[in-house]
Nanobody, 123 residues
Framework: QVQLVESGGGSVQPGGSLRLSCAAS????????MGWFRQVPGTAREFLVT????????VYANSVRGRFTISRDNEKNTVYLQMNDLKPEDTAVYYC????????????????WGQGTQVTVSS
């Protein structure tokens, strides 16, 4: 049974930082491309970043490029999202996802999803 479990969400003031973690189990983590998405209630899930398992290539959405950084630790079966200079518009539920493809930019290309963790940016 595959499980992706996010943690690290919370409330932060504008300009602050958070690091999200996503621990994977039940799959061979090293051969899965990992991604992060977010969703605000009533809107579509938004792609943020993906990191290919094959060559480590990363692709960021324009909205987070330069502020967010994805990393992965294959020894710990964990992917991280370091979020800096957070803005109120970053408020959302954040999801990690795993894809068997070597490149995955759309939500439909992902096979497994975590339950999400809430991030709130407010003064």
């Amino acid at each position: 049974q595959v499980q992706l479990v996010e943690s690290g969400g919370g409330s932060v003031q504008p300009g602050g930082s958070l690091r999200l973690s996503c621990a994977a189990s039940g799959l061979r983590f090293s051969i899965y491309t990992m991604g992060w998405f977010r969703q605000v209630p009533g809107t579509a899930r938004e792609f943020l970043v993906t990191k290919s398992y094959r060559d480590g290539r990363t692709v960021y959405a324009n909205s987070v490029r330069g502020r967010f950084t994805i990393s992965r630790d294959n020894e710990k079966n964990t992917v991280y999202l370091q979020m800096n200079d957070l803005k109120p518009e970053d408020t959302a539920v954040y999801y990690c996802a795993a894809s068997g493809r070597d490149r995955a930019l759309d939500s439909y290309e992902y096979d497994y999803w975590g339950q999400g963790t809430q991030v709130t940016v407010s003064s």
